[in-house]
Structures are given as C-alpha cells and as structure tokens.
C-alpha cells in the first residue's frame, strides 16, 4: 500500500518547479515560494490532512458533498482553502485534480501554460 505523504509528493512534485518545503506545512508544497498545498496535523492531533487553495464556491461545494473526507481547515479556510482528510478513503483522482486547480491558482502563467503544452 502506497503511504499518503508518498503518494501527495508524487502528486505535488509533478509540476513544473514544484518543491517540497518545511515552513506551515509539513511538510509544504511549493512553487516560486508560494504554497499551493501542505500536509498538516490540526495541531498535533494525530490526523494527518492536506490543506489546498480553491475557487471561489469550490469549499462550500466540496465540504458540502462530502464532510467525512473534507473540511474547512483554520487560518487559510476563510480564504477558500480546503482540507482533506489523509486517513480516510480518498479518491486519489479527484484530490488530484482539486490540487491541480490549487497549483494552477498559484503558479505564474508561463509555468500554468507549460502544463498545456504537456
């Protein structure tokens, strides 16, 4: 079984100039200095989760439909963030793609439009 922080930094890293980071996260997500997901305990609870950026009504939409996997976390959940639960039942796919929207929301353009000509 693949274990969750390997397979978020297989996810995270795959884009261009991605990198792994300490700092808020641990750890966090990268790119150009700017998070655009981090994996982080709730405050040393011992439930690991990945925080990541969000469209406008994507959190309301996402935590609505789900709240056993996905939350509002603290601190950045009033900016759109949203958390989801790393030890529960994930889909895999669909975290892949809300963390794609979180690194597109976050990268300069000239490295968004290298993931197009990929």
């Not at 996810?11 to 261009?16: F, K, Q, R, T």
């Not at 808020?24 to 011992?46: Q, T, W, Y």
């Not at 509002?72 to 963390?99: C, F, M, N, R, T």
Request: proline content about 7%; glycine content about 8%.
């Amino acid at each position: 079984m693949i274990e969750p922080l390997d397979r978020l930094r297989a996810i995270c890293l795959a884009y261009p100039e991605a990198e792994e980071a300490g700092g808020v996260g641990n750890p966090s997500f990268k790119v150009r200095g700017k998070i655009f997901a981090m994996r982080h305990s709730l405050h040393e609870v011992d439930r690991w989760s990945v925080w990541f950026k969000a469209p406008p009504g994507m959190q309301q939409l996402v935590v609505g439909n789900d709240a056993t996997r996905f939350f509002v976390p603290p601190y950045v959940g009033s900016k759109g963030w949203i958390g989801a639960y790393l030890d529960v039942d994930q889909d895999w796919d669909e975290l892949a793609d809300l963390i794609d929207e979180s690194y597109r929301m976050t990268a300069p353009k000239k490295l968004v439009a290298q993931l197009a000509n990929s």
